[in-house]
């Protein structure tokens, strides 16, 4: 059995930093692509970043700069650092990995407000 599950999502002020973590098991992780997707109400899914099994990275242009996508295929973890934070950075985050089949995590909220 398949299971992401994702960490470290909260209530931050504006240019404040935020780190989550994704835990996945069931899976060949190394082979594995993982990142980051989020999602408002009313909106489609949207890619934040994801990282090959080899650690070539992909960034949404509205967060490159600000997050870092990384992997640990020893503790078969995913991590994103989020810097500088706007209220538009607001969502559930969901952690992926897609290779043979594709997987999600239960999301996790992230609120970016004073």
């Known amino acids: 059995q398949v299971q992401l599950v994702e960490s470290g999502g909260g209530l931050v002020q504006p240019e404040g930093s935020l780190s989550l973590s994704c835990a996945a098991s069931?899976?060949?992780?190394?082979?594995?692509?993982m990142g980051w997707y989020r999602q408002v109400p009313g909106k489609q899914r949207e890619l934040v970043a994801r990282?090959?099994?080899?650690?070539?990275?992909k960034y949404a242009d509205s967060v490159r700069g600000r997050f870092t996508v990384s992997r640990d295929n020893t503790k078969n973890t995913v991590s994103l650092q989020m810097n500088s934070l706007t209220p538009e950075d607001t969502s559930v985050y969901y952690c992926?990995?897609?290779?043979?089949?594709?997987?999600w995590g239960q999301g996790t909220q992230v609120t970016v407000s004073s």
């Open positions: 992926y990995a897609g290779y043979i089949g594709s997987y």
């Open positions: 990282i090959t099994s080899e650690g070539i990275t």
């Open positions: 069931g899976i060949r992780f190394s082979g594995y692509v």
